[in-house]
C-alpha cells in the first residue's frame, strides 16, 4: 500500500510539474511568435513582455503589450495594452488551428496623432493592410509548415483611453468598446495577417470616434487642424469599411 502511494504521489509530482513546464513553454512560444510576427506586419515597434498560458485551462494572459508609431511620427507609443486576458480551447494552440473563446483586453491606452488630414493610427492600418495576404505578408506555420489559423468567437475591448495630441496640452478622452464576434468562424479560420486587420478597423474607427467630437470643441488653429484631421480620418475609415462617404 505505501509503495502504491508512493509511486502514486511521484505520478502526480510528475504531473504538476509537467503542467508547470508546459505552461512556460507556451508562454515563451507566444511570446517569441508576437515580437517576431507583429513587428514585420506593423512595420512598427511591438513588444510583448510575457505571456502565461495554462495548458489545461487555456486560459492566460498576455502582459505588457506596447505597439510604436510608424514612420513620420512621434517616438510615443501609439498605445499600451497592459493585460490581454486569453480563453482559448485547451491544446488547440498547439495545433495549426488554433480556437479563441475569447480575447479581453480592459483599459487599453492609445495615442492618437494628427497632420491635418492623416494620423499615426490611420497610418498604422495602412501598414497592416498592404501586407496582409500579399506575398510579402509575414506567414505563421507550425512546425510542418501548415499556416497557423485563428478563430476567435469574442473579442472585447473596453473602458479604453484615447490620447488626442502629444505633450502637456493632450486630452485624454473616453474610448467606445469594441465586441467583435465570430472573426474567422464561417472561413474555417484566418491567418494572424487577416485577424489583425480584422482587429485594428475597429480599433481605428473607435479611437477617431473617441476624438472626433471633442476635437470638432477644440477652438483656435490647433484645435481646427486637429478637428479637421478627424473628419478626414472618420471619411478614410467609412470608404475602408464600404461605405457612404
Not at 507566444?30 to 502565461?52: H, R, Y
Not at 500579399?134 to 510542418?144: C, E, L, N, Y
Not at 465586441?179 to 479560420?189: K, M, R, S
Not at 489583425?196 to 476635437?215: E, F, H, I, P, W
Request: aromatic fraction near 4%; charge should be positive; glycine fraction near 14%.
Amino acid at each position: 500500500m505505501k509503495k502504491i502511494l508512493v509511486i502514486g504521489g511521484i505520478i502526480v509530482g510528475l504531473g504538476i510539474v509537467g503542467v508547470i513546464v508546459t505552461s512556460f513553454f507556451l508562454g515563451n512560444i507566444v511570446t517569441a511568435g508576437v515580437n517576431n510576427f507583429a513587428p514585420k506586419l506593423t512595420q512598427t515597434k511591438v513588444v510583448l513582455t510575457s505571456a502565461s498560458i495554462s495548458p489545461l485551462s487555456g486560459r492566460g494572459t498576455l502582459s505588457g503589450l506596447v505597439v510604436g508609431n510608424p514612420q513620420g511620427w512621434s517616438e510615443a507609443n501609439l498605445c499600451s495594452l497592459g493585460q490581454i486576458h486569453l480563453d482559448v480551447q485547451p491544446f488547440s494552440i498547439l495545433g495549426d488551428h488554433i480556437v479563441v473563446n475569447e480575447i479581453s483586453i480592459e483599459a487599453p491606452e492609445f495615442n492618437y496623432e494628427t497632420k491635418i488630414v492623416s494620423s499615426n493610427v490611420a497610418d498604422l492600418l495602412k501598414n497592416i493592410e498592404q501586407l496582409t495576404g500579399g506575398k510579402d505578408s509575414p506567414q505563421a506555420t507550425t512546425k510542418s509548415g501548415k499556416p497557423i489559423k485563428f478563430e476567435v468567437k469574442k473579442f472585447r475591448l473596453q473602458n479604453g483611453w484615447v490620447r488626442l495630441g502629444v505633450g502637456p496640452a493632450a486630452m485624454k478622452l473616453p474610448m467606445p468598446p469594441i465586441a467583435l464576434d465570430n472573426l474567422g468562424t464561417t472561413e474555417g479560420g484566418i491567418t494572424p495577417d487577416q485577424l489583425v486587420l480584422a482587429v485594428m478597423k475597429s480599433v481605428t474607427s473607435s479611437v477617431v470616434g473617441a476624438t472626433t467630437g471633442a476635437a470638432l470643441k477644440i477652438g483656435g488653429t490647433t484645435g481646427a487642424a486637429a478637428a479637421e484631421g478627424a473628419k478626414q480620418a472618420v471619411e478614410g475609415i467609412k470608404g475602408l469599411f464600404g461605405g457612404k462617404k
